[in-house]
Structures are given as C-alpha cells and as structure tokens.
C-alpha cells in the first residue's frame, strides 16, 4: 500500500509505500533534510512539523495519526513545545497514510535560492523615521516642566520641530529614567516629525530599517542605513506559510475551512518576520529592538493574512479588499518585534488582487515617466501582475499562474536550490539532452554523475520549448509518440513522458522525466499571462509593445528566448526584453529610504486602471488560443526563425 507524502515548502510530493520513515521519504522525493547522524535517531536534528486537517487543496487528509507512535529518542531530542506543535523526527516516525509535513528552515539540507537583489536605481534620501540629539536643562524646584514637555522644547529650539509633537506611550513609561541616566542628554528618534519613538541616553547615530517583500512563495528582506540609504544586509526565506497552501486561493480556502486557519498563518508570517530581523541584525552586532522604521509590500492576499484581516471577500465577487490605501500600524500591535513603538509601513492596493508588490514594482521601474515607448512589465510569480502603458495612460491587471512555473504541480518540479535542473538544451537530431544544476558548475554531460533531484522553474520554461524545438510536442502541446527514442515513452501510469535525466546520472537514483501532464500545467500558466497582456493592449489600443520587463525572482533566471517561444508574452524584439530581479523588493527599499515614494505610491495606485480579465466575454476563447505554442493565431515575426527551423517528424 501506498500513501501520498507532501513536502513544504519544496513543494515536492509524491506516493511512498507504507511503514517507510519520513526520512526515507524525503530521500525518496528528492528533498534534502539535516540528519548528520545518517537516521541513528541521535542528532535531533532532522526536526519536521506535521500539519494537521483537510487540505482541498492536494486532496489530503493529514494528521499525526497518519504516523507511527512518538519513540523515546524523540522526547530525548524534542522539546515539550515542539511535542505539543507536532514536531517529529523524520528518522523515527513511519509512514502509515497521507501526511503533509512542513520542514522548518534549520532542518533544511539546502536553502533554497531566492533572489534578493534587483538592480542599482537612484533614490533620494528622505526617510520616515530620524534621530536628533538634544541637550536639555534638568529639572528644578523653580523649573518643574514635564520631561516630555522639556523634551518637545528642546527638539523645537535646537532641531525646528513641530511644538505639537506627540510621544508614544511605551516610550513615555521610559523617559524619566532615560533622561537621568544620561543628565539630560539623550538622543530622541522622531517618525515623520510627529511622534517620539524611542529615547536613548547620551548620543547614539545608530539608524536603520528594513524593507520586506512578502511573496506568496518566497520572503526577501533589506536591512538599510536610513542615515545613508546603503543596504547593510540581505536575507530571505522560503513564506512558512506554504504548508497551508501554494496559491493565494488555496491560503484563502484554508482560512475559511480552519477555524483558527488565519490566525494560523498571520502568526506563521509574523514568526518569519522575527526570525529574519533577528538574524539579520545579528550579522551587524546590533539588537532587533534597533530596526526604527519597516515597510511591507505583498499582494492583497499576504496583505490581509499579514494583518490579519480576513481574506474570505478576496475571493468572492466582487473581490473587494478590506483596505485600499496604505496603513502605519504600530510595531507591537502586529507582534513584530523590532522596535515597539516603531510604525510600520504598508503600500496601497490598486485594486483586488493586485496589490501593495505591484505598486511597490510601479514606483521603482517608474513607467508613467515614459513620455512616448508602450512599456510591458509581468511580475512573475504564484500570482502574476501586468502593467501596461506609459505616462499617459498606464493599465494593471492579475492573474493566477499558479506554482507550476515555480516548480510545483510538476512531477519532478522543484524550487530553486541546490540540484535542481536550472537550464536545459536538446539536440533537434538526437534528442540529448544536456542540462545545468544549480550548485554544479558544469553542465552534463560535460559531468557524468550531477546533484540533480528535480527541475526548477527556469528549467521547466527551457523544458517546454526545448521540447517544442525539437518536435517532441506539436504546437498543441501533445507528445508525438511515433518518434522511437528510449527518451520519449510512456511512464508507468501509461501517459507520455519524455527522460530528462537517466537515473545514474541523478542524485535521487530514478529517471527524472517531464510529462505530458506538467507540459499542460505550464500551458495554463504561460496561457493566463499572454492573455492578460493582450487585453490590456487592446484596451490601451495598441498592437505592439515597444519593451518587456520581466520583473521577480523568477523572471530573472527565465530565458527570454524560451519564454518568448512558449508565448509567455507578446512578441517583442528580444534586445528589449530584459529581466530587472526583484522589482518589488526595490520599491519595498524606496519605500523605506524615501517618505515621498510613499505618497507617490498612494498617487499611482489612484491613478493607474485596472482590467478585469475573467470577466470579458471572450476569454475562454482568448486562453484557449494561447494555450498553443506559442500561439494558435498571433504572430511572432522576431522568433520566426526558431520556428521555422522546428523540425517536421
């Protein structure tokens, strides 16, 4: 008997035979999990979490009884906390029915790529939060002011601020012993000239912030010097809300079935916000408590499981979100622990499912500053967003392409780390295969032997057209079986697949293949976005586009020549197709190191327009034209050549 094993945030899944442990499973599944000890069950250090409930999303029930009872070497190695959360060791417990289990980051064998950086952009200097330093006179019997009256008053007569600033109440429970400590010289941090946030003693220059992009896959954080605006540290990690769901609809469906499913995932969130500002400011030797000012961008989704506002009405007509515009909420009511009486930042939505990310990436590729050049810019994620236009008229529309082009859905899909197939070619005549895994430098089969486990998302678009080019699929996506090859057949499920990589070359020792299943998961992908774009070029009334930015993560590791062959995106002339990294991240940084973004944000999520695309009349018929490769109908003269060249079997 077989049961199905779900690995987060990999994303990796697959059927394992009954009574193998979870360690073997992941061995078996091509997902790397800490256990130096070799499954001696001593290390501890193979920690899993095992979610429980009914998850509609992969048709699972999971649950702790779907394993073999908890050993003593677990209570040796586990403590009472993480017994009471469903911790396991993977090494001891046994498969014995459907489980979905979360691997937390410290037990991850690999971490998992994710791009942090974007590219270098002008910026000015002019953030929410700084420091004044102030000397005061003490209190007497014949001067008995307020220390914080005495306070504001030097900040007005030695700095120019406002005579009505206001102080935070957390900071005013400190302030007489602050000002004692240091006789009455202290170094106040004031945000947006209106309130006090902190008071040290003595002088301190110490000021700095953190910009984050919430993904629905990924998070990325920015530790900045507000002083300077220069980025002193990056970190991401894998969204440790994945183990509720890989989309934003699944994540919606899961608080609505789950009692405590929101809370469960706003606290989710919030633990990996404290982890990476506690992580990263250790690098610097400073505390957590000192990160002053923080801005969040995500889309509408993260934004509400962030704040914890229920999602439910996102994902009803007419999706309207709990709040537009953009919020400053303080620090501590979020549970954030950086500084208490720090506000942090929220960019505004522009409209349903096209968020705070998408204004984020508006504000840093700027195209409402283009005076005459039609700009296409697709933010590629679980959750893909289109902008359109220039700086007379700019257009924004979402869609759903779903975690295929990040590796889930596919049968030997992976994220990005370290063994995952990243780039892939294959011979038109032969049909071998050469390919490139992230972490080895050599592509095979220049290396006999690779790390590979899986296929990442840049390698699953060079997949598809590779595959395309060499005729192994026709423009309809279907395999043609009257090709004999060993490497086109049929797999055990009867079903066409085509042998990426031989079992002796791999690391996980089986056949890693592409099938006709995973070939049509990234035809509804690549079909969704070429639709959106082709909209908003219709409404826009125009039949080209003069550029393409591929903004995120994803987009930046993605071949522009493959993408452009599946039809990802209308035809442009691939010299001005280019990919700007993570765009959301950078507006995030903007945010954070310039107060007059922030209003420019709230100015353009005013005024750019937003296309509802499901709805028109026409768009089964749309999708179904794009699911073809590239196209049914439209042309695309700049790759016609590719094209032609594909061979006739």
Request: hydrophobic share 40%; glycine share 8%; net charge negative.
């Amino acid at each position: 008997m077989q049961h199905q094993v779900i690995f987060q945030p990999s994303g990796r899944r697959g059927m394992v035979e009954r009574g193998i442990t979870l360690l073997e499973a992941a061995r078996e599944l091509g997902v790397d999990i800490e256990n130096l000890c070799g499954g001696a069950k001593v290390c501890g250090k193979c920690k899993v979490k095992i979610e429980e409930g009914f998850f509609e999303k992969f048709g699972i029930d999971s649950s702790m009884a779907h394993l073999s009872p908890l050993q003593e070497e677990e209570r040796d190695c586990l403590t009472e906390a993480e017994l009471a959360d469903n911790y396991r060791l993977a090494c001891c417990c046994e498969v014995l029915g459907d489980v979905l289990v979360f691997v937390p980051e410290e037990s991850r064998g690999a971490k998992q790529v994710v791009l942090e950086t974007g590219k270098e952009r002008k910026f000015n200097l002019n953030p929410a939060v700084r420091k004044y330093y102030v000397e005061m006179s003490p209190a007497t019997l014949e001067d008995h002011r307020g220390d914080f009256e005495r306070l504001r008053e030097a900040l007005h007569e030695q700095h120019g601020l406002p005579q009505d600033l206001e102080i935070d109440y957390f900071v005013l429970r400190d302030l007489p012993n602050a000002v004692r400590e240091s006789q009455w010289k202290v170094t106040a941090t004031v945000w947006c000239d209106r309130e006090i946030i902190r008071v040290e003693p003595g002088l301190k220059d110490t000021l700095v912030g953190l910009a984050v992009d919430i993904g629905t896959t990924t998070v990325a954080a920015y530790l900045c010097d507000l002083r300077t605006g220069q980025v002193l540290v990056v970190d991401s990690m894998m969204n440790p809300q994945v183990r509720y769901g890989e989309d934003v609809l699944s994540r919606i469906t899961y608080s609505m079935m789950n009692e405590d499913g929101l809370e469960k995932m706003h606290q989710a969130i919030i633990e990996g916000l404290n982890t990476l500002a506690q992580r990263m400011t250790e690098k610097i030797g400073l505390l957590p408590t000192d990160i002053v000012d923080m801005t969040l961008v995500f889309n509408t989704a993260m934004q509400h499981i962030a704040l914890c506002i229920d999602p439910k009405f996102l994902g009803r007509s007419p999706f309207a979100p709990g709040t537009k515009q953009s919020r400053n909420i303080k620090a501590r009511d979020l549970g954030v622990n950086i500084c208490r009486a720090a506000i942090i930042h929220t960019l505004p939505v522009e409209s349903g499912f096209v968020g705070p990310d998408n204004v984020a990436v508006l504000i840093a590729e700027e195209p409402y500053r283009e005076p005459e050049k039609i700009r296409l810019i697709i933010d590629i994620g679980t959750n893909g967003e289109i902008d359109l236009g220039n700086e007379k008229r700019l257009l924004c529309t979402s869609c759903a392409t779903g975690p295929a082009l990040e590796g889930a859905q596919i049968k030997f899909g992976m994220r990005a780390a370290p063994g995952a197939i990243e780039k892939i070619r294959i011979n038109p005549e032969t049909l071998e295969v050469s390919y490139k895994v992230i972490g080895q430098e050599q592509w095979y089969p220049e290396i006999q032997k690779t790390e590979a486990k899986g296929i990442c998302g840049s390698g699953i678009i060079d997949m598809v057209a590779q595959l395309f080019r060499s005729g192994v699929i026709d423009r309809s996506g279907r395999f043609n079986m009257k090709i004999n090859h060993p490497r086109v057949r049929r797999g055990a499920d009867g079903k066409p697949e085509f042998v990426v990589a031989w079992a002796e070359e791999t690391a996980i020792g089986k056949d890693i293949t592409f099938t006709q299943a995973d070939v049509r998961a990234v035809q509804l992908a690549k079909a969704a976005l070429y639709v959106g774009a082709k909209y908003l070029m219709e409404k826009l009334g125009v039949d080209k586009v003069d550029s393409v930015t591929l903004a995120g993560a994803f987009g930046s590791y993605i071949d522009r020549e493959s993408a452009m062959v599946i039809g990802m995106f209308p035809d442009c002339d691939l010299e001005n197709v280019q990919a700007v990294g993570n765009a959301a991240g950078d507006g995030a940084k903007l945010a954070l190191l310039d107060v007059g973004k922030r209003e420019e944000a709230a100015w353009i999520a005013r005024r750019v327009e937003f296309v509802e695309t499901a709805i028109e009349p026409d768009f089964q018929t749309r999708f179904a034209a794009a699911m073809a490769l590239p196209h049914s109908t439209d042309k695309f003269p700049h790759i016609q050549h590719i094209l032609d060249a594909i061979p006739k079997r």
